[in-house]
Each structure stands twice: as C-alpha cells, then as structure tokens.
C-alpha cells in the first residue's frame, strides 16, 4: 500500500480526496493536516466518514508528515503553500499541488492574474502540468505536479482535438461556463449562503476570471502560437458539476457532426476518463458528477460554420480531486484508473 | 375596469398571468379558458389562487368569451391556437397571443423552424411584435399582438445598443444562454422530472432552437441587414429566470466599461423595465424573478475588443406574462406599468 | 398615507416588509434603519429594488425617525431591540418589534429561554401578542405589538379549535415542524452556505427550540389550563415555507374528517388569511410561499383516535413581515387585506 | 465472482443497484432486464455508467436469466412480481425482491392495505424480511428475502432499543417522517416534475401510508405484543435522503441523554451499518446520501418523558438497494460489509 499524506485536507477538494483514497485499493492515507482543525477527528468535521476513515487532522508538522508518505497532495490556499511546498521536495517528497502557482510555465503571468508574489520561482522547472491525457509521460517522473483548474481541465480537453490540428480560428474562440457551488470551495460568506444562492443562475469574473490564462497557456501550447479566448464563467444552484460551452470558427466548411465526432472519437482513443459522445447525445452533469469522468460532445453549427463543443465534468473530481488520484496513480505506476471507477451519482 | 379573458389559462404562462391580472388595478379576468380543466375551479387547479381568484373554468366558448371580454390573451399550444385566433380576430376582438406563429414576418421562417403549416396567413399583416421597448406605438393600436420568446425578448433588448447603432462586426454574435424549469411549460415527462433536473445542468437545442430566427429577425431589423447567430440554451435547476450572456466583436476599439454602459442608459432612458446595471454590478436572476424587469451589464473585454452583455429576466414575468401584461396597458392606454411594479422575490 | 418606519431593514424579514409595503396602497416607508448599512441605497443592498424603492439606509437617528412616522417597526436582534424600543415607545411612538422579548407575559419564561436579562420589563404591560385572529381587539389600540414567531403562528393557528374547544388530552401535543432557510435570517455562516444545506435536511433545536415555550404560552392562554409540549424543528433545502404536522389525542372518539374540518371551519369563518382546507386536501407550501395565507388540514387518524393537523404558511409572510403588516393595518384602522392580496408565487 | 441478476432494474432502485454491484469486488451483473427498456443499452438509459458498465437490457427472459445467476434481485412493481417470483423459486434461484408481497406475515394486512389479491401465498413460509440486524441468520439461508421499505427500516431500526426492551408506553408512538423524492421512483407525472417539487415541502399519505403496517408488524414482533402507530411521510425537494422523527413516552422518568445513548450504543454494539450518533449530534441526510449507513439519535425530551429519536438513511441505499446488497452478501456467506463501505457523497 502507498501512502499518502493530505494537506489541507478539510476543504471541499480536500474532503473529495479523502472519499476517493478511502476507497482506493493501493493506497492508504497516512495523514491528513489543516491548520484549522488540528487536533480534531476528520469524521467529526466530515460526519460521512464516521465507522470508515478514523483519523485524527494534524497540523503542519513536515518531518512527520514526510516520513510517513510516499506522495504528499497540498490543497492548501495560494499563498499558504508557499511555506509548505519547497519544504516537502527538500526533504524529497514528490508533491501534487492544487494551488495555481506551478501551473504557469511563465510565472509573470501568475504574478499579474493571481495579483501576488510567487516566491518559489527555483521550483517551477521541476513542476509539470497535471493533465494525463496530454502530459502523462512527464506526470509519471515528476516530483512536482500542478493539478490543473476546474475550468481549464474542461475546456482544454474540449478544445484539444480542433486546436492541436489547427482547424480553427484561433481569435474567434468564446468559452461560456457554469459551474456548481462547491467550486467556490467551504466558505462562510453571505453570498454563497443558501438563500441568496437557491433559485440564482449569475455570472461572475466577467472578463477577468483566472483561469482564463491557464486555458490560454494550454491552448496556445497545443496550437504552437499565442492564443487569447474570451471566457465567462457562471453559477448554478447545485452543488457539483460543470459545463463549458465553446464555440470555434472553423477555418474550412466541410465538416458535419458525424466528422467532428470521428475526429473527436479519434483524438481520444483509449482515453478511458473522456467520453465522446454520439452525434445528437448532449452532456448533462448529472451523468459526470462523482466520478473523474468528463463527458464531450461536438456539433456543428453549419449556419455559421462553428464548431460548439460541450464538455462536463465533476468540478470536484476530473476538475480537482479525481484528477489529483488519478496523477497520483501514474506516478505510483499503477494503472491510471485504480480507484476510479466510480460511475457518477446520477441521482 | 377592463375585462380580460385568458384561454389556455392553467399552463405556468397562464396562471402567471392570472397572478399578475388579480392584482391590476384596471383589469379584471372575466374568463378562463381551458379544454384539459373546463368546469373546475382555477383555484382547484392552482391552490395558491384559493380565497383570492374564485372564477371556474371555461371551455373554449369564443362567444361567451368574447362577449365579456375587451382583449383575449392566448395562452395554447403553437398548433390550438389556429382554431381560435382567426375566430377571435373575426369576432372583432384585439388578441395577445403567445403562440410562435404570429411573431414572424415571413410565413416561411416560421413553417421551417416549427415543422408545420401555418394556416392563418390572412393575419400576418396584422401581427406586431410584442416587444413594447421597439413597437410601442404600434402595440397600442394593433389588433393582434404576438408576445414575443423569452429568449429574444431578452437577447434582443440586450443587444439592441449595439447592433441598431452599428458597432458590432454582425456576424461575430454568439448567445448562449440558461433558463429556469418553467420555461418548459407545465409538464408530466421524465426529463422534466424532479430527479432527473435537480443538481443537473445541461445544453439543450444545440444548433436549431426556435427562437434562433425570431432573434435573427429582429436584429436583422436593427441592423438593417441579415444577422444569423449562434444561439446556445441551457437549462438551470431552478423553476424561474433566465440570463444571456451575448459576446460581439466591436467594430472599433475605443470602448471601456464606462462608455458602454453610457451608450446603454443612454439607449434605454426612460424606459422603466430595462435596468442598465453600472459598471462592475452583474445581473441575478434573482433581482428579476417574479417581476417585469430586464436587468442588463455591458462589459468590454479589452483583450479581445469583444462586448459581453449579459441580460436577465424573469421566463415567466418580462420574458411572458408581464411583457403580455405591458402590452395590455398600452393595448388599453393605461399607463405601461400599471400593476407591473412588484419588486422581484429575491427569496 | 401612513408613514411607517423600519429600523433593522436589511434582513430577510425587512426586506420583505419593505417588499410588501412599496405595494401597499395606504402606506408608504419614511425610513429604513440599519445599523450595518447606513448610508448605502436600500436598492443596492437588495437590487430586486432598483428603480422601485429608492429610499437610503439612515442610522439609528431615532429623533428622525420619529419625526417622519406613524408606526415603526423594528426588526433587530433580539438584544438590540433594547436600546431602541423604549426611546420610540417614549417618543409616543406605536411600534410592532419582531424581537421575542415581548411576547411573553412572564419575562421569567423569556429569560430563562433566552438566556438573557429582559431589561425592559416596564413596557410588558403594554405589549400585545401580534396573532390577529386571536388578538384583534387588542392590537387595534396597542402602542408595542410583539409580532409572533413564525412557528408559534403556525402551530398555534393550526391547534386553538381543539385546544379552545377542549377536545385534547392536553398533554399529548406532538408538534413536527419543518422551515425553510431564510427562516435563519440573513447569515454568513458555514452551516448555512448552500454546500452544506442543498440536498440535506436535518433536525436541529431538539428539546430545546426557543419557540416551544411561546407555543405553550398560547396553548395555555387557550386551553385555561398549562400545556407542555414536544416541539421538533427540522431544516428544509428550500428558502421560504413552513410546515408544522402536529398530533393530538383527542378526548372522545366519535369524529370524523368531516366533523373535524366542520370544526375548523365554523372557528375560522370570516378569517381570510386562515384557508382551512376540505378533506382529502393537503397543504403544501408553494400556495403560501410569498403571500400571507396559512393552510390548515386537519385530519383523523381513526386507528389511534389521534387529530393530525397539517398547517403550512410562509415563515417570511403569516410567520414574520405579512402578520406584521396585517397588525399594522388593524392598528391603523385600515381593512386588515389591505396590501396583503398577493397570492402565492407557486413558482 | 458470483453473478447477479436484475430484474426491473431501469427503475431508481435498479440503478442504484448496478451502481453498487459494478464496484463490488465479488458479485457480478449477469443481467439486466426490463420490460420498457429491453435492447438498449443500461448505459443509454443511466449514461453515466457509459464505459463502465456495458450490459444491454434483455426482456423478462427467465430461463436465460437463471442459468447465469447465483441470486436474482427483482425491483418490479408490486404486481409484476407475481409473475416472475415464482418462476423464480421453481428454478431453484435465491430471490432478493424489492416488492411488498412478502414482507408481510399476515397476508390480509397486504391486501386490504395495498387493495390487491396476493396470489402468491405458497411462497410466504420461505420469505424472510430482509433486514439484516434483525434477521441475520434467516437471511442467510434463505430463499426468498423481502427487502424492507425505506420509512420502515429507518423507523423499525431507530425503535428497536426502546420497543424491545419494553421502555415504552407502545400507545404513545408517533413517526413524522421526511423522504427525497426519488423515493417516489422514476416517474413521469405532472406532481413530481421539478417546477411542482422545487422549493415545496408537502406531506402526503396521512393516515394511510402504506409503510404503517409494515412498521407495526416489526415493532408488535420486538414489542410482543401489537403495535399501533400515527406515521406521517413528507416529500422534501432534494433527490435523496429520508429521515424519520419518532416520538415515544417512556415507562419510567429516570432517563438522561446519555443514559438513553449507552442504551443504544449497547444495542447495536458491532452494528457496522448503524451509527449511534453522540449526545448533542443529530443526523443529517448528507451524511448517509449514498452510503448504506443509518445514522441514529436518541434525544431525552425530560420535559414530557418523550424519547425523540432522529433517524436518516438514504431511501436508495439502507433504504433499498444498498439493503438488498447487505442481504446478498449475507445470502452469499461473504462479510456483510464487502462493496457498502463508500463513505455518503456529502456533497
């Protein structure tokens, strides 16, 4: 059994990963850390688990968490990883991070977007981009995964297919998203209490939303020049699940849905956690939410000669936690889907 | 006092209107119509209504009703609607009508769009378009007012600025928009189903909903010339509201925040139901559900020079029945917003 | 017009006062009052507002507020309400507090419930408890109406026939409750966020709800002799409604649903607020959700000889901000409807 | 592996079942059969176990289901079982049946409250009720197992301390309980689609639930002697979850919170399923939604002498199909526990 040490473990990614590893067959979780709970039992602070996972949260105690880890997974807030994170690779624990700051390759884009410091600029070569359907190879050596946002992890799988073979217009790109509440992360605010959030669809980061640069970084990288997208973002009254819908000028008019769905089909064969769906079969998040799947489809808008592709996916499992379990298993070796196949909840 | 008939009276639209009706201070209903509920009582039907709304329900008796009725508001499927329009309109009666049919100015839209015959031609020079910001004057002395779709109402009036005064490349629009459950109508199918809609979110009509002409008619009329669109709805787990979010390349450069939002309030001064929102507020489905008012947020996407407007009303209330209702007080010369001046619920 | 204040105006309960008054045809707001919001549009606080209710949030300037009133009515935090009360009752202000302190005629009770010193024991004397169809005669003349709590007013509403009539073993009362959430008032707290309520419901207040002994009160004063009663509260993912199923033993076994709804019937005859429903009938609370109705049903369990009473109404309305209006119509003299008419929302 | 069929297994409960077994690690689904739905894929009907599990339906084709099956789990409608069961039985397969035609002894109670003709009473000496802390060893060996009803097994289960050590006046019992609306089943009726279920909260089957004698028959069978109850369903706008209010007067006064836990506690010592919750923590349906935990808390109401026991399962998971899975493991000689342990979703 590996063993695998949490940190920040008492958020909603936390918490997910939690569920998954509990259920894992090769991998035990040897510690769980927040710096608020310290102290109590996680099953207290999460009562599901209560008869399943008995451990008790520590604090950030690095020596003891290391030494008892084969991976250790942060979840900690931008900024307060920064303390944490060169801490463990000097004692020479690998590290999947969920924080956005080794997810930039040029981290003056993260300075200005993430309006701070980065402060851990020596570590930035080592850190890889945690998207196995595109990075696997290095995900399985790595010491430093970045696992990638909810949103971008949706829209650049989307898009990857139309972008890598250059078939779009590259500044016609317009990405329109939603996702459910628990993205937002555990929070004590009034805005995301129930009574101002039930019954309410709005958008939010209206142009300026961070994950903007993660996607165009993404995507710049599969088309091989700069990209720049518009991308709005929305909330839906439901706890989990997101949808991206994405729409690309095509720069050549013969295609139909049939086509756009073999190269899709293609592009991901043997990709167990995308699923391209039929032409006429459209995403809902129910049939994705709980488990690490993301669910696509591509049509074609012949009137305007675009492509409008709908991806959806867990916002907390292919979009944080599964996604997490899942480069954690490539870098143990193991097959990529242990632990994994958990259908969605559906109901 | 005005004597209103409503016939198709006990879908969502219709007991919305009864909702709004009981409460206006110059009309009063004197009929309700319906062939699935004829002889139960309204209130039987929609218990909200007991105490407060005591009339029963009627068959399609066009002479009765219309004997007691000053306008008839129609409420019936696209296709029933033709077995009583004509009769209404014969029978000397001014008529609100919610079908599709009359909403296009060219018979052949319609017929390719809504797979059917449309069979009441002889009317179609009569029809104006229910949408009061644009048609006031003729509203007022029309005969036969087609309320226009929820989604252009709230497409339309949110792109209006833009496309009437020339400063949109016309073949750059792109809608993707959400709505509420209610949109659907009042229905006993599975997908409609509580556990199948709950925590779920979903694209529908991918490429060929309805309201993609009826949107590109008027923005056509505008511009001035053809507009075709990509139009995307997507269904939200809440029973009212809808929002558009509407991306448009700009012609010219210039633009912020601010001049935009000037160009907006500037546009829609003195027009009581158009919220123009300041720069930086972003529009709730909230603030609108229940009421008559369009919240709209122009917003300048500097990196791509693209405007992202982003509009919201209530499906049932400025989206129908309080748009029927606006069109009603111009009909009968009242002031525009008599008995439409109840604040959104917000809970 | 009658000029009514509102101090403590941006909670969810002064909200919907406002709500209900911009509707009122007799009476206007000269103030709202908040202590955190000062200064700032009422309409920007809740922006379902804008363009309806213009009024900003003054301080707590009681000299001002006095000035300009007729009737005010306050809405604080329990404890709060003391520095403000006896100046406004001093003032010769009539006021209607949404506060429990006055709601009971024994501050012992009061105190020992609510943990706290009463501190305002000279103006017991003039407190009246705001149920209309109990209190009618006196709230018509009162200067401080102690509005009711929303369970109480659903639990007493829904049990005075039998306990009244003495049909009850009074110590059998079983009072099943459920709210929704913006009964919790307008809060930042993690336990009300909607992750953590959506699809969840609980019981919470078990043993030990501060309502129960304000239920007992009512009972007692209707029954001439002490009730005890069990009193369990349960959370409901929804924002607005009540429900309380209440069980009672009745004293001889010859009734039926007929006789008991004749019961209620006859004791409710000529209360429009108060819809006893016909057997077979249930409450639900989307007929109430947003009016001031209460839906009562009640029913006879012939296997156990128990009378099960089904009453359902809208914490926000009948439960708070609608009963207060209705006391202030009575104490102005007006119909009590007035401004009350609004059926529920359904959808 | 051993191999498992299904039969009706589109329903909620069916699908609930697949989603258990195709992570069980023992058992394996050797058929999936359904009238309605026979020749598609099971994944076409639930799409979210599109690559996961990719049976296609057959028709009710009962000599090929039963030469592949070890146990056959029937989730017909309460009248389609009847021809199927016996065939069954006749085959020599082990029936798990989720009808309610043999979780009665007295095959009068079943036909005079569910208003139909047995027609299978040959098989009622086989038919164990399939509730595993109470009939463990008959379920073992047995033929035919009833799986209980959901309001029964978290009402019987919460009761069963206190009824069978005989603590309380047995004419005192009240249940009010609460339930998800998949409870209902996947229907496709006008009274649970989402517009008609959101933000409502209702009760339903007032004095005549079905579950009542069912409930009774368990607790007459602990308390020895016949039991009479008042049970109250309620319909909660959210998928999953159910929750049970029991009121009971204990025989002596002597009680504490904690004395009545360690009750409990003792009682269901080594109960892997049953979560004893402690003094002060009440359950809440996330944390059982999805999991086959039932968690319990008994609350002294010293007051009145009552015991409130508060109970929550998931109505698909203890509830039903997570039951049916305990009762198969046991059937199977395997540890009860073996593919239940997922921890509740939470979120």
Redesign the interface.
């Known amino acids: 059994m590996f063993r695998i040490a949490i940190i920040g473990a008492t958020g ?1 990614v936390g ?2 990963i939690v ?1 998954l590893l ?2 894992h067959p090769e991998a035990e979780i040897s510690a769980v850390a927040s710096r608020s709970f310290a102290g109590q039992s996680f099953s207290d602070v ?8 008995n451990l008790s949260l520590s604090g950030l105690e690095l020596d003891e968490i290391c030494e008892n880890a084969d991976i250790v997974i942060t979840a900690l807030p931008h900024d307060a990883s920064r303390d944490v994170i060169p801490e463990l690779i000097k004692r020479g624990k690998r590290v999947i991070d969920h924080s956005a700051a080794f997810r930039f390759r040029d981290k003056t884009v993260y300075e200005s977007w993430y309006k701070t410091n980065h402060g851990m600029e020596e570590l930035l070569d080592k850190a890889v981009y945690g998207l196995p359907e595109i990075y696997r190879e290095k995900i399985a050596t790595s010491v430093l995964v970045a696992n990638p946002g909810c949103y971008p992890t949706c829209t650049v799988l989307a898009l990857a297919p139309l972008v890598k073979n250059k078939l779009v217009q590259l ?1 016609s790109i ?1 990405v ?1 998203a ?1 996702s ?3 993205g937002a992360g ?5 805005a ?13 980061g ?2 300026n939303h961070r994950h903007t640069p993660e996607i165009e970084q993404e995507l710049s990288a599969l088309a091989g020049e700069k990209v ?3 991308f ?1 973002p ?1 909330l ?6 997101m ?1 991206c ?1 994405s ?1 690309l000028k095509l720069t050549h008019s013969n295609w139909s849905a049939e086509s756009l769905y073999e190269l899709y089909r293609e592009y991901y064969k043997g990709e ?1 956690f995308v ?1 391209v769906l039929e032409p006429g ?11 690490n ?1 993301v ?1 696509i ?1 591509v ?6 000669n ?1 492509a ?1 592709v ?1 991806s ?1 996916l867990d916002n ?1 499992g292919k979009g944080a936690a599964g996604q997490a379990v899942q480069c954690m298993n490539i870098m143990l070796g193991l097959d990529e889907t242990t632990g994994l ?7």
């Open positions: 909603y918490t997910e569920r509990v259920q999460y009562p599901n688990l209560k008869n399943i996972f500044d317009i329109d939603a459910g509440m628990s555990r929070k004590s605010e009034l995301y209490s129930f009574c101002e959030i039930d019954e309410n669809f709005k958008a939010y209206v142009t720049v997208i518009s709005t929305h839906v009254p439901m706890k989990r699940g949808m819908t729409y167990f699923r079969i459209l995403p809902e998040t129910k049939n994705v939410s709980g488990s799947f669910d489809s049509n074609y808008d012949k009137r305007t675009r409008i709908i959806a907390l196949c958990s259908p969605a909840f559906y109901l």
